[in-house]
């Protein structure tokens, strides 16, 4: 018979597995049990939902058996099973994510960490077992099927019979070696102990066999000395199966809640934040959410679905339902249990449910008042927070052109040039010198660099404290919120933004009409500058850019390397500090020298590209030019 083999990607993540990605290998058991549960969920979802299925909820179980002898550990359900096709597509490629995972395992240089984030589940038991034997049945079908893997080597699916519909796994250990022993899961109390642990909340029981020591019905029960005990065998329920959200909050630990976590959306790295709610009123429910610990792998990309797992008392209707959470929150996991929601809702009808909205809302208050909560008594997570989805609230303000700023606008952090560390806008605003009107922030590359832009010295030199942006979306962000408590912001790049006293104004506004002859002939030189102008915010650099209008440079910038943006044009300024010794040299040259003045402009025109950060657009003609100059 010819095997077939693994997809290439799953065959390298495989051999990551089996080479111990996961450090606790205790977890092969809670993801079998787990796909074992969602097998039963499928079918038992039908028999809510399809009058011609007729099952009983009691009927489901999952069967943990040991064989010592033979060191097979049996994992038995009796869910919906597997057809033929089914357990080739299954089980032959690994998650289905597998091949995006492996392009970004790559990318980060073989993080094996983020291996964690996938559905990897059925893979782990090759971390215990040296072959594993799938016998499954479909429901509705009358023909089974036998799937076997050593796990390297592909897998055969071959003809066979099954009694009952549903899926037995066989896990034939690992050989012992010298330091690993497999047959602790040959141990029955040891299998308990990781059922209790992991897969507690599980809905259907998990059964095992154990032997259970018993006093003797007929022992002499006048003789207390010598209590007669036997052993017995019998199947025993290992978990309570009460789900977790079911149960009140002080009756979990967080270890309980991270581990439910962990198993339900594969992140390994616990919740920041856990929020347990329990809602009576119009509209009752059970949530249990959770704030990931750090960015999933592929959330910054299209195809991160959102969303919240929906039961119907208990019953899952929904993986994902998006409209339980608004785009700026969709970074939060986790579920919602409700007895008001309808069973068999559709997705169609699911967008106008009353129900369903107005626990979204509470869901969404509930989520941003739990942020509000880290910021004020946890700053170091919050900022860990804000580092990992801050983007995201950001572009919860920018894409909806101001709507939610209210709900937002308080859970924003910037860069202080004053703190040297993030702060909130109130912070910033209740911070501001008398007579502040406004919120000054600057833009660049990096904080470095916009410390070092000749337009924020003088902030700086004055004592106003510039919030400094340099996430693309930051300026965005900034136009869409306009004002925070009243003050505007401005960009201190912004031609118009300026500090200076009535006088200090007419005095510089003289000195700029008596150049205004100069000027003109400079920007002759320079077509895609609007003004040239002295400044004197300037105190040693010679010149500086900065904007006339609603775009800046860095806009300009951001705007223009998108694949779909039109060329968008900054009017530009130039500005050459008044006190300089370069003014001089140019009124010399504007009286004796004109040819000579067009080349010292294109100089300083580009020199202050290059303190921007922005690209010459002719690298060749300027350094021609510089050279000029230097050897005359
Ligand atoms: P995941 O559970 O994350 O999808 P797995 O590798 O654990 O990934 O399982 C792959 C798929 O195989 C499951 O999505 C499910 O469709 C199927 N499967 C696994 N175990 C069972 C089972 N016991 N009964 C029915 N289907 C199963």
Request: aromatic residues 10%; charged residues 35%.
């Amino acid at each position: 018979m010819k095997k077939k083999q693994f997809k290439t990607e799953s065959k390298k993540i495989l051999d990551l597995m089996i080479n111990s990605v996961y450090t606790n290998r205790d977890i092969f058991l809670r993801e079998l049990i787990s796909n074992a549960s969602d097998a039963i969920d499928k079918l038992y979802y039908k028999s809510l939902t399809d009058r011609k299925v007729k099952l009983d909820k009691d009927d489901f179980c999952i069967r943990i058996d040991v064989d010592k002898e033979n060191r097979v550990l049996t994992i038995t359900d009796n869910g919906i099973g597997m057809t033929e096709q089914e357990l080739d597509d299954n089980l032959g490629i690994i998650a289905k994510s597998g091949s995006s995972l492996f392009k970004e395992m790559n990318e980060k240089k073989k993080d094996v960490n983020i291996i964690g984030q996938f559905g990897v589940g059925f893979y782990s038991a090759f971390m215990v077992a040296k072959e594993i034997r799938v016998l499954s049945r479909a429901y509705g079908s009358d023909k089974a099927y036998l799937w076997v893997s050593d796990g390297a080597d592909g897998y055969t699916i071959t003809e066979a019979s099954k009694e009952e519909v549903g899926t037995e796994i066989k896990l034939y250990l690992k050989d012992n070696t010298e330091t690993e022993n497999y047959d602790e899961y040959l141990e029955p109390r040891r299998i308990e102990g990781i059922v209790k642990k992991y897969s507690d909340y599980v809905k259907y029981p998990i059964i095992m066999k154990k032997e259970e020591t018993k006093i003797k019905d007929d022992a002499d029960k006048n003789n207390d000395e010598e209590v007669k005990t036997e052993t017995v065998v019998e199947d025993k329920t290992l978990n309570s199966m009460i789900p977790i959200w079911k149960k009140s909050e002080d009756e979990v630990t967080q270890e309980e809640y991270n581990a439910f976590y962990s198993d339900k959306f594969y992140d390994f790295e616990a919740p920041i934040k856990t929020i347990h709610s329990k809602v009576e009123g119009q509209v009752s429910y059970d949530a249990l959410l959770f704030i990931p610990g750090h960015v999933p792998y592929d959330y910054y990309t299209k195809e991160y679905e959102k969303g919240l797992q929906l039961y119907s008392n208990g019953v899952l209707i929904m993986d994902k339902c998006a409209d339980l959470l608004p785009d700026y929150f969709s970074f939060v996991k986790g579920l919602v249990d409700s007895e008001d929601i309808s069973l068999n809702l559709s997705r169609e009808m699911l967008q106008q449910d009353r129900q369903l909205k107005v626990i979204a809302r509470s869901i969404e208050k509930k989520i941003k008042a739990t942020l509000e909560d880290i910021l004020k008594n946890d700053r170091v997570g919050y900022e860990k927070f804000f580092d990992a989805f801050g983007m995201q609230l950001k572009y919860g303000i920018y894409s909806s052109y101001g709507m939610n700023n209210d709900t937002l606008k308080d859970l924003l952090l910037f860069y202080s040039s004053r703190d040297k560390k993030r702060i909130t806008l109130r912070e910033y605003v209740d911070n501001m010198k008398d007579g502040q009107d406004k919120i000054y922030y600057a833009s660049g590359e990096s904080i470095d660099k916009i410390d070092l832009l000749p337009n924020v010295e003088r902030f700086k030199e004055k004592d106003y404290e510039v919030l400094y942006l340099c996430d693309y979306v930051d300026e965005f962000t900034i136009q869409a919120l306009m004002e925070y408590d009243g003050k505007k912001f401005a960009n201190v790049a912004s031609e118009d933004v300026s500090l200076d006293t009535p006088e200090e104004k007419e005095a510089l506004e003289k000195k700029n009409e008596e150049a205004k002859d100069m000027f003109s002939l400079m920007k002759e030189s320079l077509p895609e500058v609007k003004t040239i102008k002295f400044t004197n915010k300037l105190k040693n650099h010679p010149v500086c850019l900065s904007t006339e209008g609603n775009i800046s440079l860095e806009m300009q910038k951001i705007m223009n390397s998108m694949p779909t943006g039109e060329d968008v044009k900054a009017e530009i300024v130039l500005e050459i500090n008044e006190n300089h010794p370069i003014v001089d040299k140019l009124k010399d040259l504007y009286e004796n020298d004109k040819d000579k003045l067009g080349d010292y402009t294109k100089i300083l025109y580009n020199q202050a590209r290059l303190i921007e950060g922005l690209s010459v657009e002719n690298p060749t003609e300027l350094t021609n030019l510089i050279c000029d100059i230097m050897s005359k």
